[in-house]
């Protein structure tokens, strides 16, 4: 079945066209980063103006790259949420209105079922059942996998996701829009001993998070040591961006190994645009191979939001039959666990 996949939840453009028996055949993905930049986050009015612009040509491009075109198409599959609702309906409507004139079914997906997926487009997927750590700008959720659709939420953060913290704290540091990947970048240049973070949530029992503490920390941390300047030297920069890390990785870490002895599996997923965090890889691998435990994840590119596994999530799911209506389905909260499984479904 060949299907395409299109994203649009928030302020990517992501286009794939995917294959059931031969893969991935192309995808492209602009980021509309550049845009937000100056308003230091995503601005959702300009987030679907730009969508409207993107969609159409990369849509005619990422059929070119794949060698196929519209009338090949098997099935179209859109991210129908969550997201931000403007920028949903913009990949919604193309979708649609594209299914309806080729008469081929149309499938609003998860945008974290597509996350949680992504790991499957890699050489070494991972085999059901498994842990998925999912960990975005918007989620951190650890959820149980037992099959595509049979989801359930084991914990979840309380307050800032994963992502947001990184975000949040980056801002803090006055770093440039988007700040998570540039306080990693800085992180891996100090010292994780200088400051000693706390890793919240983690002296009780229970798998949830809490990220918001560690960013008063950080404020705190920053009023301490600042000079005459607004902020800190270039070094204490760089270890408070360290400890910051070290403490969210660690917190991660044992609240995945944790699930993992509950509920005694031996594969962990970790999905989202923090599962690029490359300190999150290694300290995983290390911790889990103590436990002849396995740790999957996306090639970087797939990790943060793209198309790619939009149409794969959505490939799974057309094939067992499932389609909507002619309706934009646009669902700015969707909870992960209220998705239904494949057999049930059909
Ligand atoms: O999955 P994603 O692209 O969008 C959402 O669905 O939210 O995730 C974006 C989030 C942002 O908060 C970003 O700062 C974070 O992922 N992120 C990272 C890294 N790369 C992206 N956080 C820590 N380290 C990274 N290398
Ligand atoms: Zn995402």
Redesign the pocket.
Known sequence: MLVLGVETS?DETGVAVYDSERGLLAHNLYSQVKLHAEYGGVVPELASRDHVRKILPMLEQVLDSANVTTADLDGIAYTAGPGLMGALMVGGAAATALGYTLNIPVLGVH?MEG?LLAPMLEDNPPAFPFVALLV???HTQLVSVTAIGDYELLGESIDDAA??A??KTAKLLDLDY????RL?AMADRGDIDRFSFPRPMTDRPGLEFSFSGLKTFTRNLIEKNRGDDVLPNEQTMLDICAGFQEAVVDTLVIKCRRAMQQTGMKRLVIA???S??RRLREKLEVALAKERAEVFYARHEFC??NGAMIAYAGCQRLLAGEKNELVIAATPRWPLDKLTGLQEAV
């Open positions: 928030c945008h996350h975005s700008g918007g992502g947001e990184f975000d988007p700040g998570g990947p990693a989202g645009g923090v690029a965090n943060t939001d």
